[in-house]
């Protein structure tokens, strides 16, 4: 009912529920299944639209004011009614007593029963207990409803008159000479009905107007169901005694109506939306067939225990409603279908409960005048707001979160009240108070409960989000091309959608579209950091199709790829200023260093000293250019490292044997290529100072991401468990551990030492 669109939908691969990596499917201009609701077309786009602007616009207006103008006509209507400035109750006998007037001539007998009152003309009312019932429609035996509507009647002819005079118990009378009620001594809860019932019949009037269709039309007729109910109970309540002209007779048939046309839209909605079902129309008009048959044996006075029937039908329907949702669940699950239900299985229950407690306390007339009254206000209230709710379900849960908590204990108060009443003879002021305590003591023990509940409860907690993103954004900023796939792996793992994928397509800023069941979200360049969204993420069905999309997932989603945005400059940054002092350093270790070292090169006093230094110059110009550079290909570093280590191996009368194997040339970083070249060195040099080795095997390979670094030795090096762990040895377990490898020294027979070196996810270690 939230403006869906009439199409059945194409349903989209549900692979990426039961995968644990990211999608692959992609989805083009015209078949991303995107969907928007009736207020997020209408505000404010189509207010720019000079197409809304112009017939919507008028007919608005139009609308707008008749709704206003029969608002006014009938507050006039109430406003020229007499006001008879008194209130009464029923006592134990049935019978009407004054409780309390400011009618100086009626004051003298406040606590008597009246009798009758008799009007100008000689118009008689004999009146009892059953006059206090505001609405006949709640009123279960079809006699006493017609005695209700005779004995309002009289009342209402011998008010009429102007002067009246009433009669009470033991003889005493009174004469008043009534004065119209004037509009402002129509109470407060009379503008708060009548203000709610013209702002749902102004959302319904946009609802039709933004896009006619069958499913708006149904969500229009609900709310304008509601909105008469809202009026008659607005009416009725302007007095204590006294009902409207012709309010008796009209509100039964009307109000019954009202229900069965909004129970039948129900169904019918629920046939429709969030998908049609098969087998919809049939079902529609089954229920139409119905509710129409039963409306006009009503009208004709031809339905005997209406009352029964309408409720019935009414929980019969809604409890039809309900399975409709289930399996328009079950076939597709959609949130929107789950919230529905929700509030679907709350109003049932609330309906039916109802109708219980005043089928329990038929034969009671004060205690079914007040669960009528209060009962069937709450109820019609509570539908009314849930209509206001319905094209606002996608747009703002934290409204959504405090309705239902409101609705909640509302339901409780309620339930506990008539219990109260029915089961253990409370009097009203002792049934109220304990079902209100009672009912927010239940709220204050559950509600963190609830809260979620209605949240969800498989949230990212923050810690892990940032750590999340701190990992993503140390892999976008080595590989661009990965920014949709990992934006989407945290999405996912955020929201966990049913559905997800990246659509081709330019946005802004997150949304929550269809009806709440998707959530776009746009992927920019972040090669450039230019906040231009080249690609756009689709999720589907929140929750795994338990909860809708929100603005406030929007807005969640807007500031992850925000903070993406800056954690990724902030690293290009960092990394521009490492890149600058590196070759800063190596600039000034080849000019200073360099130098010195050359100087004394040329000085040497032996052919063993020049040697040295030649080679300690060798060594700098490899520290030097790497330092210089920002990455290094795998094979050519591979193949630094061979030349240093045969070159030093070779002083030292070792022979080498040197062995790699690459399913593909990787990019080293500065610190990958730094850590491989300190620890190779490190190792090489443990070697030649303490194993006494005559050879040495040196293995580098790279497969399926998983780099392994092996050198043994056969020299006389034992049980390495037992070897203190230097700054040497220490130095190289810090540096694999840093890049998230793993280190291991091991014994070999007959003779050496086999040190490995594994890293099982080279890529990752980028990053760290």
């Known amino acids: 009912m939230n403006a869906p669109a009439e199409r059945h939908p194409t349903r989209p691969s549900r692979r990426d529920a039961h995968t644990s990596g990211p999608p692959t499917s992609r989805l083009d201009d015209n078949d991303s299944g995107i969907d928007t609701t009736v207020l997020e077309q209408w505000l404010p786009s189509r207010l720019r639209s000079s197409r809304w602007l112009g017939w919507r616009l008028r007919a608005l207006v139009v609308l707008a004011l008749l709704g206003c103008l029969a608002l006014f006509l009938l507050t006039r209507e109430l406003a020229q009614q007499p006001r008879l400035d008194a209130s009464w109750r029923g006592n134990e006998h049935g019978q009407l007593l004054l409780a309390a007037s400011n009618e100086p001539a009626l004051q003298p007998f406040v606590g008597h029963a009246l009798l009758g009152i008799i009007g100008g003309d000689s118009q008689v009312a004999v009146l009892d207990a059953l006059a206090l019932q505001r609405s006949p429609r709640w ?19 011998a008010l009429s008159q102007g002067h009246v005079r009433f009669y009470f118990a033991e003889g005493g009378t009174a004469e008043l000479q009534l004065q119209p009620r004037g509009s402002f001594r129509l109470g407060l809860m009379y503008w708060l009905l009548a203000g709610l019932a013209l702002v749902l019949y102004l959302i319904a009037m946009v609802v039709v107007l933004v896009r006619p269709m069958l499913a708006n039309a149904l969500f229009a007729l609900m709310a304008l169901s509601q909105c008469g109910n809202l009026l008659f109970i607005a009416a009725a309540g302007v007095s204590e005694l006294t009902l409207p002209r012709g309010y008796a007779g009209l509100e039964v048939h009307a109000r019954m109506a009202f229900d069965l046309v909004t129970a039948a839209a129900i169904v019918h909605a629920a046939c429709l939306h969030p998908r049609r079902l098969p087998g919809g129309p049939a079902i529609a008009l089954l229920v139409w067939g119905l509710v129409g048959g039963l409306l006009t044996l009503d009208v004709r006075s031809a339905l005997p225990q209406a009352w029964w029937w309408t409720q019935g039908i009414g929980a019969a329907l809604g409890l039809s409603a309900i399975g409709l949702l289930s399996l328009s669940y079950r076939i597709e699950p959609h949130p929107y279908a789950l919230v529905q239900r929700r509030f679907g299985i709350v109003t049932a229950g609330t309906w039916i409960l109802l109708t219980a407690a005043i089928a329990a306390v038929g034969q009671t007339p004060g205690a079914q005048q007040g669960i009528a009254t209060v009962g069937s206000m709450i109820w019609v209230v509570f539908l009314a707001s849930l209509m206001l709710l319905v094209p606002f379900l996608a747009k703002s849960q934290q409204m959504l979160r405090e309705f239902s908590l409101l609705a909640g204990v509302s339901t409780v108060a309620t339930s506990l009240d008539l219990l109260f009443v029915t089961a253990f003879s409370f009097g009203q002021f002792t049934s109220i108070t304990l079902s209100v305590f009672l009912s927010i003591g239940l709220y204050v023990s559950v509600r963190q409960w609830l809260l979620n509940h209605l949240r969800g409860t498989g949230m990212v907690t923050m810690e892990r989000l940032f750590e999340r993103l701190y990992r993503m954004a140390r892999e976008v900023e080595a590989h661009p091309e990965r920014a949709s796939t990992s934006l989407l792996s945290l999405l996912r793992e955020l929201f966990e959608p049913l559905e997800a994928a990246v659509a081709p397509k330019s946005t802004q800023h997150a949304r929550a579209s269809g009806d709440g069941s998707a959530l776009t979200v746009p992927v920019p360049d972040l090669s450039r950091i230019s906040g231009r969204a080249d690609e756009t993420l689709v999720l589907r069905y929140s929750q795994r199709g338990r909860r809708l999309f929100t603005r406030e997932d929007a807005r969640l989603a807007d500031r992850i790829v925000e903070q ?15 890149s600058e002092e590196r070759s800063r350093l190596a600039q000034d270790l080849h000019d200073d260093i360099g130098a010195r070292l050359l100087t004394l090169m040329y000085q040497a006093q032996s052919p063993e000293q020049e040697d040295y230094i030649r080679h300690t110059l060798q060594d700098l110009k490899t520290l030097t250019r790497g330092l210089a550079v920002s990455s290094h290909r795998l094979s050519h570093a ?30 080293l970083t500065v610190v990958q290529w730094s850590a491989l070249t300190r620890v190779l060195r490190e190792l090489v040099s443990n070697t030649i100072a303490h194993a006494r080795a005559t050879r040495v095997a040196i293995s580098l390979q790279l497969a399926d991401d998983r780099l392994e670094l092996r050198v043994h030795d056969d020299g006389h090096g034992r049980n390495p468990q037992a070897w203190a762990h230097g700054l040497g040895l220490g130095g190289i377990r810090k540096r694999v551990k840093q890049l998230g490898g793993e280190v291991e020294w091991r014994e070999l027979l007959p003779a050496g030492i086999e040190c490995r070196v594994r890293f099982p996810n080279w890529s990752q270690s980028a990053s760290a």
Do not use: C, M, S, Y
């Not at 005695?147 to 009289?154: G, K, N, V, Y």
């Not at 945005?565 to 521009?576: I, L, S």
């Open 139 to 157: 009123l279960p035996g079809d006699a006493e409803r017609a005695r209700h509507h005779e004995l309002h009647d009289q009342l209402e002819r």
């Open 564 to 578: 993406l945005k800056r954690a990724v400059a902030f690293d290009q940054a960092v990394e521009r200023g490492r």
């Open 638 to 667: 591979a193949a630094e490292w061979k030349a240093d280590v045969q070159q030093r191996l070779q002083i030292a009368n070792v022979v080498l044997d040197w062995h790699t194997q690459f399913d593909r040339d990787a990019e």
